[in-house]
């Protein structure tokens, strides 16, 4: 089935931190209840790829959110590593991050998420980075922002499925999904893509809501103070 983020956030109410605040914040029975009611389907180990040539609002953007189901004790038990296939990550402004993890194969993880950027065009052509990011193959969940759904097809993730990336390269993903969507967040069996690089935010409230419900995605959204 395939959603979009037009019919799954529909309703939902309404900038990034990098490190979280550690404070845990009580859940309302609700709460409680819609994370139970789901619990078969939330992830427990998340992997963010990383690279040269990122573009690091993708991935802060997802981070964010993200982490506040930890330290807003949703899911406490959440865990993630940064991976890359090299030392540092770079992008094309010199802003560096160093990986948990360097080339380690990814399928143990529950949901892979990788960011974009213009290090994504070349990339989908270095057979030993590709050959890193197939390690996921049996991972149940993989999710890109903008251009990273560029290295999801060339890893062969996409094949009959819908998709979406950056508006500026929707005629470059077109060999590697059955159809291109223009929608902002598209989910289909198992694949999330998301547009341009401000949809990294959106994604990350869309996968809140997804793993812990409605309720919990707006109290996250609200102590963002995020207007989007």
Not at 5 to 16: I, M, Q, W
Not at 71 to 81: I, V
Not at 96 to 108: C, G, I, N, T
Request: proline share 3%; charged share 20%; hydrophobic share 40%.
């Amino acid at each position: 089935m395939i959603t979009t983020r037009r019919s799954a956030l529909k309703g939902l109410a309404g900038t990034a931190t990098l490190l979280s605040t550690g404070i845990a914040y009580s859940q309302t029975t609700s709460v409680a209840q819609e994370i139970q009611n789901t619990a078969s389907n939330i992830p427990k180990r998340i992997a963010y790829i990383v690279f040269n040539g990122i573009t690091w609002l993708d991935f802060f953007g997802i981070y964010d959110p993200l982490s506040r189901l930890k330290s807003m004790n949703f899911l406490p038990d959440l865990s993630w590593d940064i991976c890359a296939y090299t030392d540092m990550a770079t992008d094309n402004f010199d802003l560096q991050v160093k990986p948990h993890k360097v080339r380690e194969s990814l399928a143990d993880y529950d949901a892979i998420i990788v960011p974009g950027g213009f290090g994504t065009r070349q990339l989908r052509y270095d057979e030993g980075f590709m050959n890193w990011i197939k390690t996921a193959n049996q991972v149940p969940l993989k999710t890109s922002i903008c251009t990273g759904s560029l290295l999801l097809g060339a890893a062969g993730f996409l094949k009959g499925k819908t998709a979406t990336t950056n508006f500026n390269e929707y005629e470059t993903l077109k060999p590697y999904c059955q159809r291109v969507a223009t929608d902002r967040i598209v989910e289909d069996s198992g694949i999330i893509t998301a547009g341009a690089v401000s949809a990294s935010l959106d994604l990350g409230l869309y996968l809140c809501e997804k793993w812990v419900g409605k309720e919990a995605a707006t109290e996250i959204r609200t102590r963002m103070n995020y207007q989007g």
